[in-house]
């Protein structure tokens, strides 16, 4: 397949997968999280239904490969940009927030029922922040920065309206890696609000444009 073809497919693939986490986080994954504020409500959730708490998370893990299939996509449809070197090393730093991400989805999905039917309500909350570390914190930031080594290459072959959503999720990313190291659950679904839009359109715009300008 052409690159640029296989672009466009990764991007398509990409805003359907986070569109689908974005629901099953909205739908589902918020009754065992922070944002439920009831903290006996929140273990409940999880200990009754635990299948559907895995499938929210198996959600963002399809997402996370997605976003990895899309950037290395861009990068083969833009190894003639200037600093492709950079594209290169983005791929690279994804596999690592990929083994993060999937890091704290296992402590998600494994063991925080187990220590809610326990009521171990210590060790639930501290395993749980351990997951946002990983996932809103190390892997975020890496998926960020990648997505930065992307964009800046590139610029010149985007129109500045998918040049400005890709800087959105520069800005959002690295937002929501602030607010999860500082464990504010209101920022973290203000950034989230703010970065899924932006990922969006910027997908979008690949997906219909895949860099036909110059550099």
């Given at each position: 397949?052409?690159?640029?073809?296989?672009?466009?497919?990764?991007?398509?693939?990409?805003?359907?997968?986070?569109l689908?986490?974005?629901?099953?986080?909205?739908?589902?994954?918020?009754?065992?999280l922070?944002?439920n504020l009831?903290?006996?409500?929140?273990?409940?959730?999880?200990?009754?239904?635990?299948?559907l708490?895995?499938v929210?998370?198996?959600?963002?893990?399809l997402?996370?490969?997605?976003?990895?299939?899309?950037?290395?996509?861009?990068?083969?449809?833009?190894q003639?940009?200037?600093?492709?070197?950079?594209?290169?090393?983005?791929?690279?730093?994804?596999?690592f927030?990929?083994?993060?991400?999937?890091?704290?989805?296992?402590?998600e999905?494994?063991?925080?029922?187990?220590?809610?039917?326990q009521?171990?309500?210590?060790?639930?909350?501290?395993?749980?922040?351990?997951?946002?570390?990983?996932?809103?914190?190390?892997?975020?930031?890496?998926?960020?920065i990648?997505?930065?080594?992307?964009?800046?290459p590139?610029?010149?072959?985007?129109?500045?309206?998918?040049?400005?959503?890709?800087?959105?999720?520069?800005?959002?990313?690295?937002?929501?890696?602030?607010?999860?190291v500082?464990?504010?659950?209101r920022?973290?679904?203000?950034?989230?609000?703010?970065?899924?839009?932006?990922?969006?359109?910027?997908?979008?715009?690949?997906a219909?444009?895949?860099?036909?300008g110059?550099?």
């Open positions: 397949m052409n690159p640029r073809r296989r672009l466009r497919l990764s991007a398509g693939i990409a805003l359907a997968a986070h689908a986490a974005g629901l099953s986080m909205a739908a589902i994954l918020r009754y065992g922070q944002t009831d903290l006996a409500s929140r273990l409940a959730f999880l200990v009754e239904h635990r299948a708490w895995t929210g998370w198996l959600s963002w893990t997402a996370g490969l997605s976003i990895l299939y899309f950037y290395a996509c861009y990068s083969a449809a833009h003639d940009a200037r600093n492709a070197g950079w594209l290169r090393a983005a791929v690279f730093i994804t596999y927030a990929i083994a993060f991400d999937w890091s704290a989805q296992w402590i999905i494994v063991q925080l029922p187990g220590l809610a039917r009521g171990d309500l210590a060790a639930f909350l501290d395993r749980h922040r351990l997951a946002v570390l990983l996932t809103g914190g190390l892997a975020n930031i890496l998926y960020t990648a997505a930065a080594l992307l964009l800046w590139t610029r010149a072959r985007y129109a500045p309206a998918i040049v400005a959503a890709g800087a959105g999720v520069v800005i959002f990313g690295t937002a929501m890696t602030l607010a999860s500082a464990d504010s659950t920022w973290l679904f203000v950034t989230n609000a703010g970065l899924i839009p932006c990922l969006s359109v910027w997908l979008i715009g690949v219909l444009d895949a860099g036909d110059a550099d």
